[in-house]
């Protein structure tokens, strides 16, 4: 009986041809498919930019239209109540001044008050004595009196006073041309009442900027003017004789 031989030759296997089960018949792969991405927009045509344009512009403009009513509203609004303001001070009705720090009192004589009128301000001059011995200096004496019907608010600092002795023409003595510090003395001087300010005078002269003078005034019988100024009011002449 004849054996198998195994050593003969056979036609290939399928699936094992080559050098090794790797390299066996693999099928042919497919191409990867690309993701599908969005669909690109188209540009906006002309007519649909033209459109959005012409909204985007009524509609800044609806806006201007509101914004410009409130305005006009708000002026007439507040016009309104100005106007209202205005006639409330001209029927008379006082408004009271904001609160705040005190102030120095303006230097003038002119009085202030409701109802408070300078012409009805007088000012006099006197003297103490109407001769004065040898040795006796005068008391000059200056009185502003308030003639209203109201009180009236004076200023009867050294700053607005000036008591001034003449003889003829010559110009004998003045408080002001050796004032070192002038004052301001602000006073209430009811109606009817007076304020006064006395002066001694040590029968000296002067002369305007405090120069000093030896010469004394003359005696012997001589008369002096004495003549009383506050603010811009002046008095009528005071005389008196010095012996």
């Not at 669909?39 to 002309?46: E, F, H, N, T, Y």
């Not at 102030?103 to 012409?119: F, R």
């Given at each position: 009986?004849?054996?198998?031989?195994?050593?003969?030759?056979?036609?290939?296997?399928?699936?094992?041809?080559?050098?090794?089960?790797?390299?066996?018949?693999?099928?042919?792969?497919?191409?990867?498919?690309?993701?599908?991405?969005?669909?690109?927009?188209?540009?906006?045509?002309?007519?649909?930019?033209?459109?959005?344009?012409?909204?985007?512009?009524?509609?800044?403009?609806?806006?201007?239209?509101?914004?410009?009513?409130?305005?006009?509203?708000?002026?007439?609004?507040?016009g309104g109540q100005s106007n209202s303001g205005g006639?409330?001070?001209?029927?008379?009705?006082?408004?009271?001044?904001?609160?705040?720090?005190?102030?120095?009192?303006?230097?003038?004589?002119?009085?202030?008050?409701?109802?408070?009128?300078?012409?009805?301000?007088?000012?006099?001059?006197?003297?103490?004595?109407?001769?004065?011995?040898?040795?006796?200096?005068?008391?000059?004496?200056?009185?502003?009196?308030?003639?209203?019907?109201?009180?009236?608010?004076?200023?009867?600092?050294?700053?607005?006073?000036?008591?001034?002795?003449?003889?003829?023409?010559?110009?004998?003595?003045?408080?002001?041309?050796?004032?070192?510090?002038?004052?301001?003395?602000?006073?209430?001087?009811?109606?009817?009442?007076?304020?006064?300010?006395?002066?001694?005078?040590?029968?000296?002269?002067?002369?305007?900027?405090?120069?000093?003078?030896?010469?004394?005034?003359?005696?012997?019988?001589?008369?002096?003017?004495?003549?009383?100024?506050?603010?811009?009011?002046?008095?009528?002449?005071?005389v008196f004789q010095l012996n």
């Amino acid at each position: 009986m004849g054996r198998n031989d195994n050593s003969g030759t056979h036609g290939p296997r399928p699936g094992a041809s080559g050098s090794g089960a790797s390299s066996g018949w693999k099928p042919p792969r497919q191409p990867a498919r690309k993701p599908a991405g969005k669909a690109a927009r188209k540009p906006a045509s002309p007519v649909y930019r033209r459109r959005r344009l012409f909204v985007g512009a009524a509609l800044l403009l609806v806006i201007a239209v509101a914004f410009g009513g409130f305005a006009a509203v708000s002026s007439v609004v507040t016009g309104g109540q100005s106007n209202s303001g205005g006639g409330a001070a001209s029927s008379g009705q006082a408004t009271l001044p904001a609160a705040g720090p005190e102030t120095t009192p303006s230097p003038s004589a002119t009085p202030t008050g409701n109802g408070c009128e300078q012409n009805l301000l007088t000012v006099t001059a006197s003297t103490d004595k109407a001769a004065y011995t040898d040795g006796e200096n005068p008391l000059l004496t200056l009185k502003v009196t308030n003639n209203n019907k109201v009180p009236c608010q004076v200023n009867i600092g050294t700053s607005q006073m000036e008591f001034l002795i003449t003889s003829g023409s010559d110009r004998i003595f003045s408080s002001t041309d050796c004032q070192a510090d002038a004052t301001e003395l602000v006073k209430t001087i009811a109606p009817g009442q007076s304020e006064t300010a006395n002066f001694p005078w040590q029968r000296n002269r002067t002369v305007q900027g405090c120069a000093p003078i030896e010469a004394k005034p003359g005696a012997g019988g001589a008369y002096y003017v004495f003549t009383a100024r506050l603010a811009n009011k002046t008095s009528p002449k005071a005389v008196f004789q010095l012996n």
